[in-house]
């Protein structure tokens, strides 16, 4: 399996600020997904990014609030921008690993627990 | 679409005794089913998959999950339940490369 890290941990912003996530993954990937888990609920993805193009957001979701960078097959940002208290949850990274039998299982990053002020 | 229902918010159970937690899903095609745990304060772990085969398959931890076509479901289950089992289970499900997870089952192993 990969070795998925996010910086920072976890951050206290106050709102209007933006707020940059890493995830470094220790090996080369193609599919890189980031989600957005609320207090006590479960996971939502917010997109799908792949080196060399456009990330894909899901419904809800825009580029203005959550841009994404995928510069190398290894690493991908996520900006939450100018954020609202409603902004507070945990947000994770994820690869998506091959067997080699056509079904994909993803592993998750640590999480970065944001809360908004 | 496709979906995942996780019907107990909560499952309770003292150690030693069998665990199960219920998923049933909802997608076009051939469902790819998946179950991850959750720490707290730690991300998500794989703990198993079905593809295809065996519809049986076992997972990290001693945990086993059952797919039954017939009933949509994909409950994760283990033989004896040890207090460190108690967590936060996710059972998710794609037809193609997008997780749809479930709301989530918090299970609490008593010593």
């Known amino acids: 399996s990969a070795v998925i890290s996010q910086k920072p941990s976890r951050d206290i912003c106050q709102r209007g600020t933006s707020l940059t996530i890493q995830c470094q993954v220790d090996s080369q990937v193609t599919m890189m997904f980031w989600y957005r888990q609320q207090p006590g609920q479960s996971l939502t993805l917010i997109a799908t990014?792949?080196?060399?193009?456009?990330?894909?957001?899901e419904s809800g979701f825009v580029i203005d609030k959550f841009p994404i960078s995928r510069p190398n097959l290894t690493f991908s940002t996520l900006t939450v921008s100018n954020m609202s208290p409603e902004d507070s949850s945990i947000y994770l990274c994820?690869?998506?690993?091959?067997?080699?039998?056509?079904?994909?299982?993803?592993?998750f990053g640590p999480g970065t627990r944001l809360t908004v002020t | 679409a496709q979906s995942v229902a996780q019907p107990e918010d909560q499952v309770n159970v003292a150690e030693g005794n069998p665990l199960t937690v219920k998923c049933t899903y909802s997608?076009?095609?051939?469902?790819?089913l998946f179950w991850y745990v959750q720490y707290p304060n730690r991300g998500l772990q794989f703990l198993l998959k079905y593809i295809t085969g065996d519809n049986l398959v076992k997972g990290s931890y001693g945990f086993e999950a059952e797919f039954n076509k017939s009933q949509t479901s994909f409950h994760l289950k283990k033989p004896s339940a040890l207090v460190s089992d108690s967590a936060l289970y996710f059972c998710a499900v794609t037809g193609d490369y997008k997780l749809s997870f479930g709301a989530g089952t918090t299970v609490t192993v008593r010593a």
């Open positions: 994820s690869v998506e690993h091959s067997s080699g039998r056509g079904a994909y299982e993803q592993y």
């Open positions: 990014a792949n080196q060399g193009s456009e990330a894909t957001y």
């Open positions: 997608v076009s095609g051939n469902p790819y």
